[in-house]
Structures are given as structure tokens and as C-alpha cells.
């Protein structure tokens, strides 16, 4: 019989809940309101499109500077571009 407790498949997500009761001699699984689970499974949908999501940030993160500078340098850039470069050029002067 298995340990009360949660399974989990490979990625970690809940596949079965056991709470070590029995009903003539078989192990069953907690009894939960399916409102529950359908709730729990939106709870790890959310997770799952945030983890997306940061990780979408960090490749932004990590490409709109160079695009910034590479576009500011062209002579026809927008001046509000060559500003917002100027503008970070001199924030980062504050870090040295």
C-alpha cells in the first residue's frame, strides 16, 4: 500500500492524492470536490504560462539593449531613440 501523500509525473505535477484509507481491503484516493481539482489545475495552468512568461522577459531583458544601441547608431534613427540611448549611457555611468 502506498504512503499517504501525493504522486507526481516527471514535470511535478499532482497525478493522484492518497490518504492510506480503505474500503474493503483496496487502497482508494482521497475523495475531493472536483471543483477543487479543476481549481488546483488552474492554479498550475497560471504557474505554467507564468514560467513562460519570465522566460520570455529574460530574453527581452537580454536583447533590447543590443537592439537599442545597434538602432541608435544607424544615421537615420528616430531621435527618440538616440535619447533613450543617451539617456541609458548616461545610467550606467552611475554604476561605475
Known sequence: MKEGGIDRDESGK?????????????????????????????????????????KLLEIDRLSIRSIREYLSSLPDAPEYLKAHEAAAIQERAKLK
Open 14 to 54: 499532482v497525478i493522484a492524492i492518497y490518504n492510506n484509507q480503505q474500503r474493503d481491503g483496496q487502497e482508494i484516493l482521497a475523495e475531493v470536490d472536483p471543483a477543487i481539482v479543476e481549481y488546483y489545475a488552474g492554479l498550475q495552468k497560471r504557474v505554467d504560462e507564468y514560467e513562460v512568461k519570465a
